[in-house]
């Protein structure tokens, strides 16, 4: 049975950072892509960046603007999200997903399997 369990997140100052990570326990994430969401209170989840399956390609959110960074490591089930320069509208619960195939996509209906999240919190 596949299960995404995040971790990583925390209480932060802006400006400093975070790393993510996404462990499969069923092990089974290494042929699909993957994906990290974010949902803020009173908003809608919102793609964050995606990684493909052999990691050669990854593509982000416009407002990522060059501070996160994600990466994978198939040998460890896991993918990871690398936040910097953290803003307080980074505030949300940030969750990974898999998707149904090799490939990403920003559309939620992209991804079968969620994780339950990790809360990440900027303060000004």
């Known amino acids: 049975q596949v299960q995404l369990v995040e971790s990583g997140g925390g209480s932060v100052r802006a400006g400093d950072s975070l790393t993510l990570s996404c462990v499969d326990s069923g092990r089974s994430s290494s042929d699909y892509g993957m994906a990290w969401f974010r949902q803020a209170p009173g908003k809608e989840r919102e793609f964050v960046g995606g990684?493909?399956?052999?990691?050669?390609?990854?593509h982000y959110a416009d407002f990522v603007r060059g501070r996160f960074t994600m990466s994978r490591d198939n040998t460890k089930s896991t993918v990871y999200l690398q936040l910097n320069s953290l803003e307080p509208d980074d505030t949300a619960v940030y969750s990974c997903?898999?998707?149904?195939?090799?490939?990403?996509?920003?559309?939620?209906?992209?991804?079968?399997?969620w994780g339950r999240g990790t809360q990440v919190t900027v303060s000004s």
């Open positions: 997903a898999r998707a149904r195939g090799g490939n990403i996509g920003a559309d939620i209906n992209y991804y079968g399997v």
């Open positions: 990684v493909t399956w052999r990691g050669g390609a990854t």
